[in-house]
Antibody
């Protein structure tokens, strides 16, 4: 069965950096794009970023563009999110999510999600 | 960017009753809409995509309808495991932006 396990969350000071990881199993990771979606405490969901199955195309929400960077290692079935210049409004649970579309046909929604990792930006 | 507005914010329903949740888009998104269910402390689960297609393993009591700007999720007979928060999500304008509604909490009456 599909499993997505995030790690790397924690408390970081404003302006700091953090790298999240998402270990994938139960499907052919290298055939699917992947997303990060976040949820601030007690709030709704916000799409953050996407990476194509090959890793050569990335998309970002305006709120994180220039500060966050998504990457992947298909040999290790792992997705990453490098976050820098962190702000209080970046405090959230970060979920990795599998793109439902196969290879060159991403559709922009998600059929499986991880359990999330909490990032708290606070001094 | 399409702004998604869900109503009501909270819906109180007796077990066994029907629940009807609404989602409105600020501009037409065709049928590019998904619904997710989220229980406390859990990740969201895909219920419906393309406005009306049930995801794999989703019971038939969940149904979606609508196109353009008006969408509905109906749960025909609420069971105890259905009490959760439901989010609509448009992907018509993705990339770069896919946007979620603010959620509807379905609670036991």
């Amino acid at each position: 069965q599909v499993q997505l396990v995030e790690s790397g969350g924690g408390v970081v000071q404003p302006g700091g950096s953090l790298r999240l990881s998402c270990a994938a199993s139960g499907f052919t990771f290298s055939n699917y794009g992947m997303h990060w979606v976040r949820q601030a405490p007690g709030k709704g969901l916000e799409w953050v970023t996407y990476i194509r199955y090959t890793g050569n195309i990335r998309e970002y929400a305006d709120s994180v563009k220039g500060r966050f960077s998504i990457s992947r290692d298909n040999s290790q079935n792992t997705l990453y999110l490098q976050m820098s210049s962190l702000r209080g409004e970046d405090t959230a649970v970060y979920y990795c999510a599998k793109e439902i579309g196969f290879k060159e046909r991403p559709l922009g929604y998600f059929d499986f999600w991880g359990q999330g990792t909490l990032v708290t930006v606070s001094s | 960017e399409a702004v998604m507005t869900q109503s009501p914010a909270t819906l109180s329903v007796f077990p066994g009753e029907r629940a009807t949740l609404s989602c409105r888009a600020s501009l037409s998104i065709s049928s590019n809409l998904a619904w997710y269910q989220q229980k406390p402390g859990q990740a969201p689960r895909l219920l419906i995509y393309d406005a009306s297609t049930r995801a794999t393993g989703i019971p038939a009591r969940f149904s979606g309808s609508g196109s353009g700007t008006e969408f509905t999720l109906t749960i025909s007979s609420l069971q105890s495991g259905d009490f959760a928060v439901y989010y609509c999500h448009q992907y018509n304008n993705w990339p770069p932006e896919g946007t979620f509604g603010q959620g509807t909490k379905v609670e036991i009456k």
